[in-house]
């Protein structure tokens, strides 16, 4: 464990050979410490009540071992007393590495944890100062980053450290303790309630060019996520800086791909790369200018590199970064960005179609963000790269999008997640192009396609989700063309027949669609989304709103069952909205529970409490279709849960973590459709459906009179709730009325 002679030789020959065969990948092949430290780690993960303490009491012991030697050689004239400082020197540095790489051990113990900021200020921090020892600075350095979760109750200690640590980022004459400084950092940053970020924060501008120097120097995945720590952490400062750390990151990312293929360190410090690009970006997307100039500097190796087969390596990343593009770009998608269209469809269609679900992403903010330029717009394209490969053709925008929907849905063999995808993205057609005639055009295809795959029974669909998205689709296209879609519905005859369905005569699309629709309309498996049971609903709507009379007759036959679907649909998305606004409706003191530490100044506070008044009631009985009682405290609804909700936000909080993996954004209480924006998200489908019976009610009485007939009393409190909500709704009020059905 301790530094050998060996490791002083490649120090002081090559610092960068050095850090690469820290960072080895194969290390624990050849390399005896990092073969023994996962022995270590996977001994104390099984038997760490027996083995935790022994291995700490071992390292204390020869850092006291190190104090001693050190303080009786200090005026000593022994010669070899530089040789014996060498080694005890040698043996401290092995056991801080120890106690480094079990840091997560010793922070679960107690009794341990209460003593490790004397641990660091006794042992360690007195290495930072080690100007003989260079090995001695650089370990300390890496402890203490190591250490970050450390509650320092000594703040002027924490100060000086962190300066000391600036220091030597900036300015220390040995590259490795520069190194490991500016990858400790990135943790220190966070710490201490925002006080660590007061310090750096005069500092941002040299921290950021000492990093980027550093990122010349070495292929560094680690120091790439060094840097976007820092990013993350001062993300509102970012943006005057941001073209230059993009174009520093560019230029390294091309000198990364051009290293030999065998270099691996190389080709995972590439994709990182993207990686920090993508972040800065997040980092700047409140800056509408900022955003848009980076454009000039990200297109070109798009189009160059990162869209291009020999960059599959890192085309996840790619794509993940254009998304952030194409969404938060100001204003209509530029001519810039839709030059990349092209590239997106010919890598869907041939070499990257294992990467459907980001390519999807992309061409949606495409069509979302510049829907006359997808509907008008056209360009070449060329399906194959070989160099004898004929001359691009010339296709619109539209045609790409139909046709890689055709390859994933159509074609059998296509994984069934990837119908998923080309199911979402020909509704994010539908859905924003409805009223073009192109969407009249293509309907019949498009349901054609949708109704063999749902019909088909050799590698049929046996993923719940995928077979909702494709009746999903349909539901769509009542909803662009109600009567096309049923006249199309018509048609199909050749469509099988369920075999849970009793005989029915003249069977046809129509038939099994409605089957198929009632089936997962009444499995929670099928819908579980509230998005996809409104979809449901105004699709309903649209069949009952549609002249009697022009009806297929298997609809007429089942009008009634129809509206009480309806009803049926509405009150299950009632009852989950009522879950949904009883969690959002979390009791101040509990939230002051769940936000932790908060802000000194409050401001925290401030929101939440402006949060309470948009969700506060405005006069109106917003509970009666939230299924809760008058005398029942929304909140209460979730009180048997609000333990794990604290416990789940704690780990929200920590927004980026110490980790292999990097920076991960999550929220695991996210729903999907918090990140998906659709058309008729802003319709209230209550209006639609009471709009819609009214229009029955006016122009077909006798129809009207026989619905109410079969509809049950409950059912008909139902609906005339409904009336009171859409009436009440009209009336102005004095303030609005948050979170309501629509």
Same mark, same amino acid.
């Given at each position: 464990?301790?530094?050998?002679?060996?490791?002083?030789?490649?120090?002081?020959?090559?610092?960068?050979?050095?850090?690469?065969?820290?960072?080895?990948?194969?290390?624990?092949?050849?390399?005896?410490?990092?073969?023994?430290?996962?022995?270590?780690?996977?001994?104390?993960?099984?038997?760490?009540?027996?083995?935790?303490?022994?291995?700490?009491?071992?390292?204390?012991?020869?850092?006291?071992?190190?104090?001693?030697?050190?303080?009786?050689?200090?005026?000593?004239?022994?010669?070899?007393?530089?040789?014996?400082?060498?080694?005890?020197?040698?043996?401290?540095?092995?056991?801080?590495?120890?106690?480094?790489?079990?840091?997560?051990?010793?922070?679960?113990?107690?009794?341990?944890?209460?003593?490790?900021?004397?641990?660091?200020?006794?042992?360690?921090?007195?290495?930072?100062?080690?100007?003989?020892?260079?090995?001695?600075?650089?370990?300390?350095?890496?402890?203490?980053?190591?250490?970050?979760?450390?509650?320092?109750?000594?703040?002027?200690?924490?100060?000086?450290?962190?300066?000391?640590?600036?220091?030597?980022?900036?300015?220390?004459?040995?590259?490795?303790?520069?190194?490991?400084?500016?990858?400790?950092?990135?943790?220190?940053?966070?710490?201490?309630?925002?006080?660590?970020?007061?310090?750096?924060?005069?500092?941002?501008?040299?921290?950021?060019?000492?990093?980027?120097?550093?990122?010349?120097?070495?292929?560094?995945?680690?120091?790439?996520?060094?840097?976007?720590?820092?990013?993350?952490?001062?993300?509102?400062?970012?943006?005057?800086?941001?073209?230059?750390?993009?174009?520093?990151?560019?230029?390294?990312?091309?000198?990364?791909?051009?290293?030999?293929?065998?270099?691996?360190?190389?080709?995972?410090?590439?994709?990182?790369?993207?990686?920090?690009?993508?972040?800065?970006?997040?980092?700047?997307?409140?800056?509408?200018?900022?955003?848009?100039?980076?454009?000039?500097?990200?297109?070109?190796?798009?189009?160059?590199?990162?869209?291009?087969?020999?960059?599959?390596?890192?085309?996840?990343?790619?794509?993940?970064?254009?998304?952030?593009?194409?969404?938060?770009?100001?204003?209509?998608?530029?001519?810039?960005?839709?030059?990349?269209?092209?590239?997106?469809?010919?890598?869907?269609?041939?070499?990257?179609?294992?990467?459907?679900?980001?390519?999807?992403?992309?061409?949606?903010?495409?069509?979302?963000?510049?829907?006359?330029?997808?509907?008008?717009?056209?360009?070449?394209?060329?399906?194959?790269?070989?160099?004898?490969?004929?001359?691009?053709?010339?296709?619109?925008?539209?045609?790409?999008?139909?046709?890689?929907?055709?390859?994933?849905?159509?074609?059998?063999?296509?994984?069934?997640?990837?119908?998923?995808?080309?199911?979402?993205?020909?509704?994010?057609?539908?859905?924003?192009?409805?009223?073009?005639?192109?969407?009249?055009?293509?309907?019949?295809?498009?349901?054609?396609?949708?109704?063999?795959?749902?019909?088909?029974?050799?590698?049929?669909?046996?993923?719940?989700?995928?077979?909702?998205?494709?009746?999903?689709?349909?539901?769509?296209?009542?909803?662009?063309?109600?009567?096309?879609?049923?006249?199309?519905?018509?048609?199909?005859?050749?469509?099988?027949?369920?075999?849970?369905?009793?005989?029915?005569?003249?069977?046809?699309?129509?038939?099994?669609?409605?089957?198929?629709?009632?089936?997962?309309?009444?499995?929670?498996?099928?819908?579980?989304?509230?998005?996809?049971?409104?979809?449901?609903?105004?699709?309903?709507?649209?069949?009952?709103?549609?002249?009697?009379?022009?009806?297929?007759?298997?609809?007429?036959?089942?009008?009634?069952?129809?509206?009480?679907?309806?009803?049926?649909?509405?009150?299950?998305?009632?009852?989950?909205?009522?879950?949904?606004?009883?969690?959002?409706?979390?009791?101040?003191?509990? +939230? #002051? $529970?769940?936000?932790?530490?908060?802000?000194? @100044?409050? /401001? *925290?506070?401030?929101?939440?409490?402006? &949060?309470?008044?948009?969700?506060?009631?405005?006069? +109106? #009985? $917003?509970?009666?279709?939230?299924?809760?009682? @008058?005398? /029942? *405290?929304?909140?209460?609804?979730?009180? &048997?849960?609000?333990?794990?909700?604290?416990?789940?936000?704690?780990?929200?909080?920590?927004?980026?973590?110490?980790?292999? /993996?990097?920076?991960?954004?999550?929220?695991?209480?996210?729903?999907?459709?918090?990140?998906?924006?659709?058309?008729?998200?802003?319709?209230?489908?209550?209006?639609?459906?009471?709009?819609?019976?009214?229009?029955?009610?006016?122009?077909?009485?006798?129809?009207?009179?026989?619905?109410?007939?079969?509809?049950?009393?409950?059912?008909?409190?139902?609906?005339?709730?409904?009336?009171?909500?859409?009436?009440?709704?009209?009336?102005?009020?004095?303030?609005?009325?948050?979170?309501?059905?629509?």
């Amino acid at each position: 464990m301790c530094f050998s002679n060996k490791d002083l030789e490649v120090w002081s020959i090559d610092p960068i050979e050095f850090v690469r065969r820290e960072w080895d990948l194969f290390g624990d092949i050849w390399d005896p410490r990092p073969a023994g430290i996962t022995v270590l780690s996977d001994l104390l993960m099984f038997r760490k009540g027996d083995y935790l303490h022994v291995v700490a009491q071992m390292c204390m012991s020869v850092l006291t071992k190190y104090n001693t030697v050190k303080a009786s050689i200090q005026n000593s004239n022994d010669p070899n007393a530089s040789k014996l400082l060498l080694e005890v020197s040698s043996d401290k540095e092995g056991a801080m590495y120890i106690l480094g790489c079990i840091n997560r051990f010793l922070g679960s113990e107690q009794d341990i944890s209460k003593t490790l900021e004397a641990f660091l200020t006794t042992h360690v921090i007195t290495e930072l100062d080690n100007q003989n020892l260079p090995f001695m600075r650089a370990r300390a350095a890496w402890t203490i980053g190591e250490f970050y979760k450390v509650e320092w109750q000594n703040i002027d200690m924490f100060t000086q450290v962190l300066e000391r640590m600036v220091v030597m980022t900036y300015s220390d004459p040995d590259f490795v303790v520069r190194l490991r400084s500016a990858l400790a950092l990135r943790y220190l940053v966070t710490q201490r309630n925002g006080h660590a970020k007061k310090i750096l924060s005069p500092k941002l501008p040299q921290l950021l060019e000492v990093y980027l120097k550093i990122l010349q120097d070495i292929e560094s995945e680690e120091m790439f996520k060094a840097l976007e720590g820092i990013i993350v952490a001062f993300d509102n400062e970012i943006a005057p800086f941001a073209l230059t750390l993009v174009s520093k990151v560019v230029e390294r990312f091309k000198e990364l791909t051009d290293e030999d293929e065998d270099n691996d360190q190389a080709g995972m410090a590439a994709s990182e790369a993207v990686s920090s690009i993508q972040i800065i970006c997040h980092a700047v997307f409140r800056s509408p200018d900022v955003l848009f100039s980076l454009q000039s500097v990200l297109v070109p190796i798009f189009a160059s590199d990162l869209l291009l087969a020999h960059c599959m390596e890192h085309f996840d990343e790619s794509l993940e970064l254009l998304a952030v593009l194409t969404c938060y770009t100001p204003g209509e998608t530029s001519p810039q960005l839709w030059s990349l269209f092209p590239l997106l469809y010919a890598a869907g269609m041939t070499w990257g179609h294992t990467f459907i679900v980001n390519i999807v992403i992309c061409l949606d903010n495409y069509i979302d963000r510049g829907k006359n330029t997808f509907l008008t717009g056209s360009a070449p394209v060329s399906l194959d790269d070989s160099p004898d490969a004929p001359p691009p053709v010339t296709i619109t925008y539209l045609e790409m999008v139909f046709n890689l929907f055709k390859r994933v849905v159509a074609d059998l063999q296509i994984d069934e997640m990837d119908v998923a995808e080309g199911c979402k993205l020909i509704n994010a057609y539908i859905q924003h192009c409805t009223g073009h005639p192109s969407v009249d055009q293509l309907l019949p295809h498009i349901i054609q396609i949708v109704m063999t795959r749902l019909g088909t029974t050799e590698n049929g669909i046996t993923i719940e989700s995928v077979y909702a998205l494709l009746v999903q689709v349909i539901l769509n296209a009542l909803l662009a063309n109600t009567k096309l879609t049923l006249q199309v519905l018509l048609s199909l005859t050749g469509v099988p027949q369920p075999d849970k369905m009793p005989g029915a005569a003249n069977f046809n699309g129509v038939t099994y669609f409605v089957f198929e629709l009632w089936r997962w309309l009444n499995d929670k498996r099928g819908f579980p989304n509230e998005r996809d049971k409104k979809l449901a609903i105004l699709a309903l709507a649209t069949i009952i709103r549609t002249p009697f009379e022009e009806l297929p007759p298997v609809l007429q036959s089942a009008f009634p069952n129809i509206l009480r679907q309806i009803i049926k649909t509405q009150d299950a998305l009632a009852s989950q909205r009522a879950l949904s606004r009883g969690v959002n409706m979390i009791t101040k003191e509990q +939230r #002051d $529970v769940t936000d932790g530490d908060g802000d000194e @100044d409050g /401001e *925290d506070g401030e929101e939440n409490e402006d &949060e309470d008044e948009e969700d506060s009631d405005d006069g +109106r #009985d $917003v509970n009666k279709f939230y299924k809760v009682s @008058d005398d /029942e *405290d929304i909140a209460g609804m979730v009180s &048997e849960g609000v333990g794990e909700m604290v416990e789940l936000k704690e780990s929200v909080k920590q927004f980026w973590d110490k980790s292999s /993996e990097g920076y991960e954004f999550m929220d695991p209480v996210a729903d999907e459709d918090d990140y998906v924006e659709t058309p008729f998200d802003a319709v209230d489908e209550i209006e639609v459906v009471v709009k819609s019976l009214q229009v029955i009610g006016t122009t077909n009485q006798a129809l009207w009179t026989e619905l109410m007939k079969a509809m049950t009393d409950d059912e008909k409190k139902f609906m005339e709730q409904m009336v009171t909500y859409v009436n009440e709704k009209a009336i102005p009020q004095p303030q609005p009325l948050g979170h309501q059905l629509g």
